[in-house]
């Protein structure tokens, strides 16, 4: 993806209170380069629409700064930032046609009837709605709205464009389809984008970068799949993805051995990054989780099996390792003979593994 | 889309005056959007309230002689027992009458439950003084109803007119529609899924309604009986024109006394008397549900 | 919400239905008079015609009366509007010290009876020497609208979505352009609704209108109670009759914009 590396938004360590006492945003920095696609990602209330707010100017952060392509954005009035907002109720005006509400933005830029008439017609285009230009927005079904609230957005170039959780009214099925039109249309302009959700899923397909919020600060920032793969903390782990969590000690760090509570002891080169005796956690992904004998540079352990769920296409073993409960995902055609009761032997590879702090 | 911009941006940079105006109309801004309202009020309703208070005490002498007047003549109590009465014969009957209705209305949607439900509404935007115009036609002596009487063999027919009968038919009409709407917006909040619960439970269409229906619509009684009981207190127009010139409701002696004999304290200590007394229930109904919810 | 047990439905249905006639029946009863030949109040009416309908409509002592409630009612509400619309953007947007207070406040006309507030201003008014003039009824109609109107105002007000406000300054438009391009038009339809509100109470308004409106401002309910009294004959029913048409007609006229929006769907289905 042809970006610059140049930092286009940076917000400098953002506080936002709103009593004096709790901070909604507590130290929020960040660095966006042009063009990407960064997804703020977390539960509701741990500030990442507040954060999104700040940038659009609906909020003053209460310390810190905003800047964008060199300039500070924090001080000019939200009416001047240039911002494209998509909200999560469309947010579309009742009284106006499609045609004018997405010409509205062009009206207030004092641009000439031919020129807004002209741009208009191609942000239907764009969105497929060509034909709507004169209803009104309660004529059109949410996803349709949808798709004009982004033309509107999109119909004066802005410099950025930020999305607050856009399809969480929408059914699965239309959702997903969104997901690929908005994924579309960012390749085509090649616009800075922030799109803030609590659905890890969809924050995994579309994302440049993840930026995990938790209580009102970044826990992590990366790639989709760095993040996955090597979660800073336990919540970053278990927000994002299933994974199964063992509590151990770290016995021998040249040659990576660590005793498991429950379970006896394992090898994995992570622990050469710890101290002897350190306590941690061992992080499981389910479906890093396999049937069968562990070979060379693989974890091997029995897994009494307990209960199997299918889900059509894969299917959750759910087992004792000693008297650790573990979830291992397979596809059903590899689960296929396993059953409740039996005992079968599981294996993981140590690449896959992954150790965090106990307590982290 | 994306070459040379064709259109102006915003004028960037932050700005001086328009930021200070912002900032000035943010502390000012609200007591002047409420100033206007509020001297108003002060003006063209304190002030005539404290007048009458004022006078309630002062007139004819400083004391409170009018209020012990009130009290120690059978005429003004019995006029205000009478009152409290009426009005709460008037608030059971709308009530039972109310009900019916509102429950039809709010589980079935049918044409002609929506019908009754406009009928009802629209009754709400027809003057009063029509109606007890109507009532009065009705009731009188050349009426259906002493027509009626009369081919029934009541020789001489009574008198159904001035009657304090009439004033609560009369009354029990006008109010109807508060008792309806009242009913109505918490029958039709109620989930349509409790009484089919209730059924599949093993319970009987009437014990569901008593168990279920029935309590959770008090709120809306309540709501409608205090409405209906506060407004019947201080009817006037009604009672005067269909009731009896002998008995009196509150309303129609703070007339006379104003009117006729001029005794404006005597008037005033009984208009604050049927103020304190809706002020009163109005606190009482806060204190036990909370007024918001009279207003939604 | 389907129901075992027929008989109860019938049941009820029947009782709501009288009921429903109860409601209805002074319609009944004057719309016939309205067309009565007889000057009292005989019911059935013993003949039908036009003439009483022909002397509503030439007489001054009724077209006089009309008009001025048509202008109270409109000077009224006007100026509810303009005292409420403030006060309920207030209330319901900002935040301050005190606000359940001035709520409670404007709230306070509602619990004065009418009869109470009719004295007050024939005391007050006269006072002032404004008894039997425009503007003290103005004002006294203003005062006691001013409750219903600002729950009608909040209401609309509770019910708008933030959003598009930001919307519209997200994309460029100044806190002024917003509130005049998009938060008026989008409030507007309930503001209609809220102006009806105050008219209709101030044209319907009767026992404050009897003391202090006298005759050079006399209203029309007031022209009514006295031709109750006074006279016998069934002018008045025209007139009830008259206001019973215009109230159906803003029923029907209020829900034009829906009606016209589904002939509008049906037209471009068959197109």
């Known amino acids: ?360 | 889309m994306n070459t040379a911009r064709e259109i102006a941006r915003p004028a960037d940079g932050g700005s001086g005056k328009a930021a200070t105006a912002g900032r000035l109309l943010e502390r000012y801004g609200t007591p002047l959007l409420i100033a206007p309202a509020v001297l108003f009020i002060c003006l063209v309703f304190m002030v005539p309230l404290g007048r009458m208070a004022w006078l309630s005490v002062s007139d004819p002498t400083l004391s409170f002689d009018n209020y012990a007047a009130l009290f120690s003549s059978r005429l003004y109590v019995r006029s205000l027992l009478r009152t409290f009465g009426i009005s709460l014969v008037v608030t059971l009957t709308c009530i039972v009458l109310a009900y019916p209705l509102a429950y039809y209305a709010a589980t079935r949607s049918n044409w002609w439950s929506r019908g009754l439900l406009v009928v009802a509404a629209l009754s709400f935007w027809i003057s009063f003084i029509v109606r007890t115009y109507a009532w009065l036609v009705i009731l009188g002596n050349k009426g259906p109803v002493v027509g009626m009487l009369q081919t029934l063999g009541f020789e001489p027919a009574p008198r159904v007119l001035f009657t304090t009968t009439a004033s609560v038919i009369g009354l029990v009409h006008i109010l109807l529609p508060y008792m309806i709407l009242a009913l109505y917006s918490v029958l039709v909040k109620i989930d349509g899924n409790l009484d089919k619960a209730a059924l599949s439970l093993g319970a009987t269409p009437v014990r569901s309604f008593r168990h279920v229906t029935f309590p959770l619509s008090l709120p809306g009684l309540v709501n409608g009986s205090v409405l209906v009981f506060v407004i019947c207190l201080g009817f006037y127009v009604t009672p005067t024109l269909l009731g009896s010139p002998r008995d009196l409701m509150v309303a129609g002696l703070i007339a006379t006394e104003v009117q006729e004999l001029m005794a404006w304290g005597l008037a005033s200590a009984l208009a604050m008397l049927l103020v304190a007394t809706t002020l009163t229930l109005m606190l009482i109904y806060d204190r036990l549900v909370g007024l918001d919810r009279l207003w939604g | 919400m389907a129901r075992s047990g027929r008989s109860t439905n019938i049941l009820v249905a029947a009782a709501a239905s009288l009921v429903g006639l109860f409601v209805v029946a002074p319609i009944f009863v004057v719309v016939p008079m309205s067309f009565s030949s007889a000057p009292s109040f005989e019911f059935p009416p013993p003949g039908y015609w036009l003439g009483y309908y022909e002397k509503f409509f030439t007489t001054p002592g009724w077209l006089i009366p009309l008009a001025n409630s048509m202008i109270i009612g409109t000077a009224s509400a006007l100026l509810t509007m303009l005292l409420v619309v403030p006060a309920a953007f207030a209330i319901v947007r900002r935040q301050f010290r005190g606000k359940k207070l001035v709520r409670l406040f404007l709230m306070l006309p509602l619990v004065v009876p009418s009869i109470v507030m009719a004295i007050g201003y024939f005391e007050f008014f006269g006072r002032l020497r404004l008894n039997q003039t425009y503007l003290a009824v103005i004002l006294a109609h203003t005062c006691v609208s001013i409750p219903i109107v600002f729950l009608v105002v909040a209401a609309s007000l509770k019910g708008f979505d933030r959003n598009i406000e930001r919307a519209a300054i997200s994309l460029g438009a100044t806190p002024l352009q917003t509130f005049a391009l998009v938060t008026l038009p989008v409030l507007r339809p309930g503001f209609i609704v809220a102006a009806l509100f105050a008219f209709v109470h101030s044209f319907d308004e009767a026992v404050i209108a009897l003391f202090i409106s006298g005759r050079d401002a006399a209203t029309l309910p007031r022209k009514m109670f006295d031709s109750i009294t006074v006279d016998a004959d069934p002018v008045i029913a025209v007139v009830s009759t008259l206001l019973v048409l215009a109230a159906v007609l803003i029923a029907v006229l209020s829900r034009y914009k829906d009606i016209a929006a589904a002939l509008r769907r049906r037209a471009r289905r068959a197109a």
């Open chain 1, 1 to 360: 993806m042809p970006m610059s590396s140049e930092a286009y938004l940076v917000l400098g360590n953002l506080y936002k209170s709103y009593d004096g006492e709790q901070n909604a945003v507590a130290d929020v920095s960040l660095s966006v380069a042009k063009g990407e696609f960064v997804s703020f990602l977390g539960p509701s209330g741990s500030g990442k629409t507040t954060t999104l707010m700040m940038i659009a100017g609906f909020e003053q952060p209460s310390a810190g700064s905003i800047h964008l392509n060199g300039r500070r954005l924090d001080h000019i009035a939200s009416y001047r930032r240039n911002i494209g907002i998509v909200f999560q109720n469309y947010a579309l005006f009742p009284h106006m046609t499609i045609r004018r509400n997405i010409g509205f933005p062009l009206r207030m830029r004092k641009a000439p009837a031919g020129e807004i008439d002209r741009r208009v017609g191609r942000a239907l285009e764009m969105v497929g709605l060509s034909a709507y230009g004169e209803r009104r927005p309660r004529e059109l079904s949410g996803g349709q709205q949808q798709r004009v609230a982004l033309a509107r957005a999109l119909v004066f170039e802005p410099d950025i464009l930020l999305l607050d959780e856009p399809l969480g009214a929408l059914d699965k099925n239309l959702r997903e389809h969104m997901q690929v039109e908005i994924k579309r249309i960012h390749r085509e302009l090649g616009i800075t984008t922030i799109y803030v959700t609590h659905d890890q899923s969809e924050a995994m397909t579309l994302s440049d970068r993840l930026v995990v919020f938790n209580q009102g600060r970044i826990e992590q920032v990366g790639d989709p799949l760095a993040v996955y793969r090597r979660p800073h903390s336990v919540f970053v782990a278990e927000f994002i993805g299933d994974c199964n969590r063992l509590n151990g000690k770290v016995r021998d760090r040249a040659s990576g051995i660590v005793e498991l509570e429950g379970c006896g002891p394992i090898r994995i080169p992570e622990a050469a990054g710890w101290s002897h005796g350190e306590d941690v956690q061992l992080v499981l992904r389910p479906e890093f989780v396999r049937p069968g004998k562990g070979g060379k540079d693989e974890l091997s352990f029995s897994l009494a099996v307990e209960g199997v769920v299918h889900y059509g296409d894969t299917a959750v073993v759910i087992g004792r390792w000693g008297d650790k409960q573990i979830r291992m995902r397979a596809l059903s055609y590899d689960a296929a003979g396993i059953e409740e009761g039996s005992t079968i032997a599981a294996r993981a590879e140590t690449a896959n593994l992954w150790l965090l702090p106990q307590g982290g």
